[in-house]
């Protein structure tokens, strides 16, 4: 695992925005990246659109989606849309409405697997891009909800009790196959969280991705990362 800090918010974008575009130069002929919704990585895609890449070689995803349909204000479909897909030519694939989240989420597990490789633990992702919740979630996998306990599927639909809403999310099984995992985190709020996901003996969803991923980065800020120990 590795762990960077920058001073501020914008200098934490450009960085997410650097480490993705790198990904997608070094991985040919077909790079994949699975995009997080949220204000943190919102800058980070906003950033990335400048750079001059092979994105027509890009299969993009993304790692968890609100069921709303896709012109709602909290659609991450849309966010993305907005702030990178319609400004490169990359191949992305949203994850499609339904009113029946169950179905939406298995009609898009078939998608996956039309382009990620599979290895041997089943769908291998390559770079994912995840935020960190207050309460420790990551994706749509939040503290204590069935999707949780999922061991064969990769991407599911998560009633969330707290929310008294469906979210579709991709699963700890597929997250944990990513051969890389970058988290993006910012602002003192988040800095509590932050220390107990890092610290090494947290349950919590974003601990056990982190903990079990082939290859973790955080990207924090200064204030995120002030209750680490240094």
Known sequence: MRI????????????????????????IPVPSIGLAGGTTPRGAYERL????????????????????????????????????????????????????????????????AGF????ARGLQPGLVVLGLGED????????????????????VANWVPQLDAWRLTATLP??????????????????????EVLSGDSDLPAARVSRESRDAVWLLDREAASRLDT
């Open 174 to 195: 597929l997250l944990t196959s990513a051969r890389r995992a970058v988290f993006l985190a910012t602002g003192r709020h988040k800095a509590s969280i932050v220390a």
């Open 116 to 119: 990620l490789p599979r290895a």
């Open 136 to 155: 420790g979630h990551t994706a749509s996998l939040f503290p204590g909800t069935s999707a949780l306990e999922e061991t064969r599927r990769g991407f």
């Open 4 to 27: 960077r800090v920058f001073s501020d918010a914008d200098r934490l974008a450009e960085a997410a925005a650097g480490e993705i575009a790198a990904w997608i130069r070094l991985e």
């Open 49 to 112: 659109r400048s750079h001059r890449l092979p994105w027509r070689r890009v299969q993009a995803w993304l790692t968890d989606e609100r069921a709303v349909p896709p012109g709602h204000i909290a659609s991450n479909t849309g966010m993305v849309r907005r702030t990178l897909f319609d400004h490169v030519p990359a191949t992305f694939h949203p994850v499609p409405w339904s009113e029946n989240a169950a179905e939406a989420a298995a009609a898009y597990e078939t998608d996956l």
